[in-house]
Every structure is written in structure tokens, then in C-alpha cells.
């Protein structure tokens, strides 16, 4: 029997963005959900080359908010090249609240500089990522709609007849679920910018 490649998917994030916790949970819920018909493997990874060389420039950096990190450098390249790999790249939000960061130490202004970091140089990297938000399952179930681990919810014939023979679509928001880090950064921007 040909071995089956796993499907593989990196967690990045921040000191205190749950990285362990979901990969614990992504493990458990697509471990219950492979079915014998189609062997899927899945291999989540929380420790990728690129996190380490970031947070070894944010240690090294002196004053705190210069980088210290030379993006063409070999080594800078060959950890993009690395998440270029990953079938999947899920960047975990900072929106958890401090008081459920239970033995975390790192300030708010690391936290966020490392945050700024890694969606930088995945942006300049031209490496695909999506941004992951939520508290418990609410986090999970994002990521394993990322993922595309999850049945969509309804199938057209379970609408009702009155939204389907309706002209127009509804407008919906939804930036609260998204993960495009353009759009996101253009949302904030705007938001501070009418403060």
C-alpha cells in the first residue's frame, strides 16, 4: 500500500495565541473526523524555521521596534521557502484577552510587534496565510473552515424557497470572519484613522 502524504498545516503566532491548545484540538477533531473510504493524514505544526528567525531578531533587536532580521538573507529565504511547503499557513489572532493567557510574561507591545512581523514578512513573501480569531471552539471551527475541514452548513436545497427565488443577495457582513490581512490592515487603518 503507497503511503498517503499527510496534509500539512502551520500554526504562527504570537507568545500567548493558544498555537498548542489548537493544535491539540485540530488533531483531536480531524483525527475523529477521517473516515475509512479516503485516508487522509493530517501533520500540524506549531514550530516552523520562520517563527524561530523572527523571534530570535525580536530578542536581538536593539532598540525593541528596529528589526533585526536581513530578509535577503539566506537564512530568511530558505525559512519562506520552508512555509511555502505547508498546504496551510493559519496566523493566530491577538485578540485573546490577557486574563486568559494563563503563565504568559511577554507585554502586549512584543506580542503585537511579533504579530507585525510575521504577517510582514508572509506579505512580502508572497506566502499565502489566513488569520485566525476566536476563544476555544469558536478558534477551532475557524481553523477547520481554513483548513477546509468542515461541511458546509447547508446544502442549497436546504434553503427555504423564499431566499433562493429571491433577485438579489442579502449583504452580509462578514469581516468579523475574515482573513485577508489587506483587508484587515485597511479596516484598522480607516478605524484609527476616524478616531
Given at each position: 500500500m503507497t503511503a498517503v502524504k499527510p496534509i500539512t498545516v502551520a500554526l504562527l503566532?504570537?507568545?500567548g495565541t493558544s498555537q498548542i491548545i489548537l493544535a491539540e484540538s485540530l488533531t483531536l477533531a480531524l483525527?475523529?473526523?477521517?473516515?475509512?473510504?479516503v485516508p487522509v493524514r493530517w501533520?500540524?505544526?506549531?514550530?516552523?524555521?520562520l517563527?524561530?528567525?523572527l523571534e530570535q531578531a525580536q530578542t536581538s533587536a536593539s532598540p525593541p521596534d528596529s528589526a533585526a532580521l536581513d530578509i535577503e538573507s539566506i537564512e530568511f529565504q530558505h525559512a519562506l521557502t520552508q512555509q511555502r511547503r505547508f498546504d496551510h499557513r493559519l496566523l493566530l489572532g491577538l485578540d485573546l484577552a490577557p486574563s486568559t493567557l494563563a503563565g504568559q510574561t511577554q507585554r502586549?507591545?512584543?506580542r503585537s510587534r511579533l504579530d507585525?512581523?510575521?504577517r510582514r514578512a508572509l506579505t512580502q513573501g508572497d506566502v499565502p496565510f489566513q488569520v485566525i480569531y476566536g476563544e476555544g471552539d469558536e478558534r477551532l471551527t475557524q481553523a477547520l473552515a481554513a483548513i477546509g475541514a468542515l461541511k458546509s452548513p447547508a446544502a442549497p436545497h436546504d434553503i427555504p424557497p423564499a431566499v433562493t427565488s429571491s433577485p438579489r443577495k442579502p449583504w452580509v457582513w462578514a469581516c468579523d470572519k475574515c482573513s485577508d490581512p489587506v483587508c484587515?490592515?485597511?479596516?484598522?487603518?480607516?478605524?484609527?484613522?476616524?478616531?
Open positions: 503566532g504570537a507568545a483525527a475523529s473526523t477521517s473516515t475509512d473510504t501533520q500540524i505544526t506549531t514550530d516552523t524555521a517563527q524561530r528567525l502586549a507591545g512584543e507585525r512581523q510575521l484587515e490592515h485597511r479596516l484598522l487603518s480607516d478605524l484609527l484613522l476616524n478616531r
